[in-house]
């Protein structure tokens, strides 16, 4: 049954350098960089396949998980490896690939059009698809050996700068539904499909799609957050699994599908006021942000893979991550300013009404990433909860994180949250504490001592 849900809590950042709907194309080049990124995947301890200077195809498994060797992480491209980048104590950082422009792939093995579970299953580890699903608890990927409740997909995203996915897939539906019929096939239960009930509504072009169940959600950012979505839909209780998967991984599952050939492909945007031209682009996953911009003075912007929120800062030579479908530049906050929390100002962000700028709320911001504060002791403000939609008490459930008490993170709610829910407490918080590093650590922990 379809349901329409309303979020009350949340906050909408209306940043400058929206994406202009014009796809550009970035063509692999022979010379051209491509990197798959082990600390993209939470919680994988990766075990290296390939060695320096050998040569690969795309879809060629670079490393794999090891405590689930079935689960292996490919090539985007055909080339050789370039180099393996190790940090603290050897921990893989990144496999680099210099393309050799001929995008060679692996055989591609006969692919019926009737298949069954296991064989949709063994097709999606063998040609390196399975990390794109994706698990709650624990935003980990999912272990191939379970069966999940439901399977979630967001058809919109709401945080700062996010790409518009009815222009993203126009045209490509088709695929989307091969790889929907497929994709249900691994649960007994639901699959989800959730849509932005005011700008897609009924117009939208996933509308069509079947096999699955279409909510509609009207609200602030988190409203696309995955998390959001399984929380009002169909929460997790202790024992259950949730798996989710992007849109843009279920184009590629669909064209293996239909078409038989491997394609590691996304459309991405650069997005932010420190890009010359933010627009779309045709890319291979793991691209280098250096294939398409150069920047002035890189000391001066702040580089993200992903958005603003939850993305991971990169240099102006890294690489785009696994999971991310944007590149986003803003301006680095390297500067203090006197008296800057009193000065009044209209071009000033603030959730509170601290400045004159909250009698604007349409104006957009070219936001730095100056902290304006240093961190501070963590203290009970009740702001948490005014961009929280959930019936979870964030805060109490920080300060759980914070002590290891694992009972109580059980309790209050750590099977449900990913870092990423509290990616906007993070914005507001007084305190200044870094909460996505504090969610993730303590879900680490957690699997540790407790699962």
């Keep these: 049954m379809t349901k329409i849900v309303k979020i009350k809590k949340g906050l909408d950042i209306k940043l400058k350098g929206k994406s202009r709907k014009d796809i550009g194309d970035i063509a692999v080049k022979s010379g051209d960089l491509y990197a798959m990124k082990p600390i993209d995947f939470a919680g994988v301890i990766p075990k290296l396949l390939v060695k320096e200077e050998e040569s690969v195809k795309k879809g060629t498994p670079l490393f794999y998980s090891k405590s689930n060797p079935e689960i292996v992480f490919c090539s985007p491209v055909s080339g050789s490896v370039k180099a393996v ?113 005011k700008h897609n509504g009924e117009n939208s072009i996933f509308k069509t799609l079947k096999n699955v169940e279409i909510n509609y959600f009207e609200g602030p950012h988190p409203s696309g957050n995955i998390g959001t979505q399984i929380h009002h839909l169909d929460p997790i209780n202790i024992g259950e699994t949730a798996w989710f998967i992007s849109l843009f991984d279920l184009l590629n599952i669909g064209r293996l599908l239909e078409e038989k050939k491997l394609s590691y492909d996304k459309v991405i945007t650069l997005s932010g006021a420190e890009f010359n031209d933010p627009k779309y682009y045709n890319a291979s996953s793991g691209v280098s942000l250096s294939s398409i911009e150069q920047f002035e003075n890189a000391q001066s912007v702040r580089t993200i893979s992903g958005n603003v929120l939850s993305g991971r800062q990169i240099s102006d030579k890294g690489f785009l991550g696994f999971y991310d479908y944007s590149f986003t530049a803003i301006p680095e906050g390297d500067y203090y300013e006197f008296m800057g929390w009193i000065m009044p100002g209209f071009k000033k962000f603030s959730v509170s009404r601290t400045f004159f700028s909250w009698l604007m709320p349409k104006r957009e911001y070219n936001l730095d990433t100056n902290m304006h504060g240093e961190l501070r002791n963590f203290v009970v403000t009740g702001q948490y909860e005014k961009v929280f939609p959930w019936d979870i008490m964030p805060q109490q459930l920080i300060k759980a994180m914070i002590v290891r008490d694992y009972d109580m993170m059980q309790n209050l709610g750590i099977l449900e949250v990913a870092e990423e829910d509290f990616a906007l407490c993070e914005v507001i918080c007084t305190s200044k504490n870094e909460l996505q590093d504090i969610v993730r650590n303590s879900i680490t922990d957690y699997i540790k001592e407790m699962v």
């Design 85 to 197: 980048v190790r940090g603290d104590k050897r921990l893989l950082l990144e496999v680099v690939v210099e393309a050799d422009g001929a995008q060679e792939s692996v055989d591609v093995e006969n692919i019926g059009d009737a298949m069954k579970k296991e064989e949709f299953k063994n097709l999606l580890l063998k040609y390196g698809f399975w990390p794109a699903i994706r698990q709650r608890p624990f935003n980990i990927i999912a272990s191939p050996e379970d069966s999940p409740k439901a399977i979630f997909i967001s058809g919109f995203d709401s945080a700062p700068l996010a790409p518009d996915f009815e222009y993203v897939f126009k045209n490509r539906i088709e695929l989307i539904q091969k790889a929907i019929d497929s994709i249900a096939l691994l649960t007994d239960g639901k699959v989800y499909l959730s849509l932005h009930n």
